[in-house]
């Protein structure tokens, strides 16, 4: 229970933002906001929203994710990753609401060799990132914010995550192309719902939380797990980033380290568990 009276949702449509919506309406009234509904960006429309809605929290899902796209296109990604944050966050600090806002892992340069801590330093590597990065600081100038770093997630509708991609490809006995060299955590949205209601309810100290399933992979490991629990054989190409051009530069170690969320009571399950609750729940 996370003891709120109501809650405002931005990006309500996307698969976080309508895990989350449908799983709080459970627990407390839901102001659930799409894209069209309501542009972040706009600063007035923001706060006649907050005003309007009067909620304990502003949970914010709405994002520009087109990490490749972003190269060409700044003003869009800023506006919706790091404007709209801080149009956010000052609605939530007029409206006395604690503010939840969801990070990213592209905000560090890969270069490490154990799993990122929210005390590491970033060093985005693209536009994305660094937008993201100054989202990030602009939603903790709210005087009760929580950022939540998640990290290659999955689960929810529309179904586009990479993890959806391998997935449907074993499953319709297609090849299968996959990193051997990226190191991740993926972060399963039904398990990042209900850290967020965790959170809420428990009211740590404010401030930047890493929020992904436990354990390290690649994602090779993951497309391996998968075909595992759809026990297919499919054909696996591992490729290494360097084969692959892409627009915009990815960190190549991107395991974000949960440890400071299980110290706050909130335990996040492992990424195996959380691939194969995915599955059950798409079977």
């Excluded at 398990?191 to 090779?220: F, K, Q």
């Excluded at 980033?241 to 706050?264: E, T």
């Amino acid at each position: 229970m996370t003891g709120l009276r109501r809650v405002m949702v931005t990006g309500a449509a996307g698969q976080l933002g309508s895990t989350i919506v449908a799983r709080m309406r459970h627990e407390c009234d839901v102001v659930a906001l799409t894209r069209s509904e309501l542009d972040i960006g706009d600063d007035a429309a923001v706060l006649a929203a907050a005003r309007a809605a009067a909620p304990d929290a502003i949970i914010n899902c709405a994002a520009y994710n087109d990490v490749d796209g972003a190269e060409d296109a700044a003003f869009a990604c800023f506006a919706g990753n790091a404007f709209g944050v801080r149009a956010l966050a000052r609605a939530a600090a007029a409206t006395g609401a604690v503010f939840i806002h969801y990070g990213t892992d592209f905000v560090f340069d890969g270069l490490a060799q154990r799993p990122y801590d929210e005390e590491d330093r970033p060093g985005p590597l693209s536009t994305y990132g660094t937008a993201k990065l100054l989202g990030e600081w602009f939603a903790l100038e709210a005087p009760n914010a929580y950022v939540l770093r998640v990290e290659s997630l999955f689960g929810g509708q529309p179904a586009k995550s990479s993890v959806d991609k391998i997935l449907t490809a074993i499953q319709t006995d297609q090849p299968v192309r996959v990193f051997t060299d990226r190191t991740v955590t993926p972060s399963y949205v039904g398990d990042v719902t209900m850290a967020t209601m965790e959170l809420l309810a428990r009211r740590p100290a404010p401030g930047v939380y890493h929020c992904v399933n436990s354990g390290i992979t690649t994602w090779l490991g993951i497309a391996e797990e998968l075909a595992r629990l759809l026990e297919r054989q499919p054909e696996i190409i591992a490729v290494k980033s360097a084969d692959v051009k892409l627009r915009a530069r990815r960190p190549q170690y991107c395991a974000l380290s949960n440890d400071k969320l299980a110290r706050v009571g909130v335990a996040m399950p492992s990424w195996q568990d959380a691939l194969r609750r995915h599955i059950t729940s798409v079977r």
